[in-house]
C-alpha cells in the first residue's frame, strides 16, 4: 500500500512545539515534493507547507512562516515538520501527501498517498 503515515502529534499548551514525522510505505520519497496539509473541525483542508525533492526550495503557508520548519530525510523516506510557537488555531489533523511539484502547492489535486494524519492539539 503505497502511502505516508503520520506521527508525532498531540496535546500541547500554547507556546510549546512539536515534531511532526511523515513516512513513505511501499516506496521511496527521492523523486517527490512532499506537502503538509491540516483541516480544522468544520473547516477544509489547507496547505501549511512543501519540501522540494532535494530540500533547497521550501514554502509555507502565511500561518506558518517564521513558526514552522519543513525539512526531509530521502534516506530514511521521511518528511518533517517542526512546529514552534504552537497557537490554539493550529489544532487540526495534519496529513502529508506527494506531488512531483510544490508549485501545485497548497492545491491538493495533484497531490497523492495520503495518509491518515495525525491530531494536533493546543490548548491550555
Known amino acids: 500500500q503505497l502511502q505516508f503515515v503520520e506521527s508525532g502529534g498531540g496535546l500541547v499548551q500554547p507556546g510549546g512545539s512539536l515534531r511532526l514525522s511523515c513516512t513513505a510505505t511501499?516506496?521511496?520519497?527521492?523523486?517527490?515534493?512532499i506537502g503538509w496539509f491540516r483541516q480544522a473541525p468544520g473547516k477544509e483542508r489547507e496547505g501549511v507547507s512543501c519540501?522540494?525533492?532535494?530540500?533547497?526550495?521550501?514554502n509555507y503557508a502565511d500561518s506558518a512562516a517564521g513558526r514552522f520548519t519543513i525539512s526531509r530525510e530521502n534516506a530514511k523516506r521521511t518528511v518533517y515538520l517542526q512546529m514552534n510557537s504552537l497557537k490554539p488555531e493550529d489544532t487540526a489533523v495534519y496529513y502529508c501527501?506527494?506531488?512531483?511539484?510544490?508549485?501545485?502547492?497548497?492545491?491538493?489535486?495533484?497531490?497523492?498517498?495520503w495518509g491518515q494524519g495525525t491530531q494536533v492539539t493546543v490548548s491550555s
Open positions: 501527501a506527494k506531488s512531483w511539484a510544490c508549485s501545485n502547492w497548497p492545491r491538493e489535486g495533484t497531490f497523492t498517498s
Open positions: 511501499g516506496f521511496t520519497i527521492d523523486y517527490y515534493d
Open positions: 519540501i522540494t525533492t532535494s530540500g533547497r526550495i521550501t
